[in-house]
């Protein structure tokens, strides 16, 4: 089953500007780790928060987390047109099997040259 | 890094055929492998967990005797889609975990019942 929502669900924007994308999620948390999935492609893994973590950087990515709130946010600085991809977050968690993780709804981004 | 191959990545099939998906851990002991069913536009919902050397454990809704998963060795799932219909058509992923390791997905099969 889907973890929660993410939003927005498309987003467009110019190179060179800044996207955020939200995700939030329903049950408790060991981390939460957002993807980047390129068209018909696998997933790419990108950065991991851990549960007593709030912020985390990684080159032009910013990851927070509200373990209060349930949700997180990802925010790529200076976009370019390669970072056009769908975006999903996705908490590891237990499940019936052990721990697996759960996707969000997914975000599709379009960064215009 | 962990490299996880997934074949093929495309297939067609006539309905009422079977359908096998090899997922593949290149240089990890995968102990768990998880299968993901993809349709367009959507997020990735998961089908099955499968633990090498034990029964895989489905999710609710997913058809335990139409989508077979075999997890053999450390090295190797299999997702065999069975009597497939048009409505079976979607993108299939699967991602490989070693011990207390993170999740390496495959690049996914691209599924086409005609």
């Known amino acids: 089953s889907q973890q929660g929502e993410e939003d927005p669900q498309a987003l467009s924007i110019q190179e060179g500007e800044n996207a955020t994308m939200n995700c939030s999620y329903k049950t408790s948390i060991n981390n939460l780790q957002w993807y980047r999935q390129n068209s018909g492609r696998g997933l790419v893994h990108l950065i991991l928060i851990r549960s007593n973590e709030r912020e985390k950087h990684s080159g032009r990515l910013r990851v927070t987390l509200d373990t209060s709130k349930k949700s997180s946010s990802l925010l790529i600085t200076a976009s370019r047109a390669a970072d056009t991809a769908s975006y999903f977050c996705?908490?590891?968690?237990?499940?019936?099997?052990?721990?697996?993780?759960?996707f969000g709804g997914g975000t599709r981004l379009m960064v215009k040259p | 890094g962990a490299v996880v191959s997934q074949h093929p990545s495309r297939v067609i099939c006539k309905s009422g055929t079977s359908v096998k998906i090899e997922c593949r851990s290149l240089?990890?002991?995968?102990?768990?492998m998880f299968w993901y069913r993809q349709f367009p536009k959507q997020s990735l919902m998961l089908m099955a967990t499968s633990n090498e050397g034990s029964k895989a454990t489905y999710e609710q809704g997913v058809e335990k005797d139409k989508f077979l998963i075999n997890h053999a060795s450390l090295t190797l799932s299999t997702l065999t889609v069975t009597s497939a219909h048009p409505e079976d058509s979607s993108f299939y992923i699967c991602?490989?975990?070693?011990?207390?390791?993170?999740?390496?997905f495959g690049s996914g099969t691209r599924l086409t019942v005609v």
């Open positions: 240089d990890f002991q995968a102990t768990t």
């Open positions: 991602s490989a975990r070693a011990q207390g390791g993170g999740y390496t």
């Open positions: 996705a908490t590891d968690d237990w499940g019936n099997a052990g721990n697996m993780l759960t």
